[in-house]
Nanobody, 123 residues
Framework: QVQVVESGGGLVHAGGSLRLSCAASGTIFSINAMRWYRQAPGKGRELVAAIRSGGSIEYADSVKGRFTISRDNAKNTAYLQMNSLKPEDTAVYYC?????????????????WGQGTQVTVSS
């Protein structure tokens, strides 16, 4: 019913920038939150940034001041602008979307994940 597709990953030198996109499509009435997670080799998945329908935003301490999350509600798309990248930012980045499918079930939220996009930062 819903597809979540990330794009924008790649290989960049330390200090460089990348912009990730996350587009949700399908049967969507409203999106409550869109979140970016990442998972480095041998580590667990960690929350990087989140943006909610009311506009509230949160970041992991490790990316504050370097990453910026934004959202285009008309396109059901979230973005993650990543600046001053470090080798420790290397990971697969996943988008998670929390949404309602229909107006009649607008309080019932469902969670969907994308397939992930690789970000590699060389030193």
């Amino acid at each position: 019913q819903v597809q979540v597709v990330e794009s924008g990953g790649g290989l960049v030198h330390a200090g460089g920038s990348l912009r990730l996109s996350c587009a949700a499509s399908g049967t969507i009435f409203s999106i409550n939150a869109m979140r970016w997670y990442r998972q480095a080799p041998g580590k667990g998945r960690e929350l990087v940034a989140a943006i909610r329908s009311g506009g509230s935003i949160e970041y992991a301490d490790s990316v504050k001041g370097r990453f910026t999350i934004s959202r285009d509600n008309a396109k059901n798309t979230a973005y993650l602008q990543m600046n001053s990248l470090k080798p420790e930012d290397t990971a697969v980045y996943y988008c998670n979307t929390e949404l309602a499918h229909t107006e009649s079930s607008r309080y019932q939220m469902y969670s969907y994940w994308g397939q992930g996009t690789q970000v590699t930062v060389s030193s």
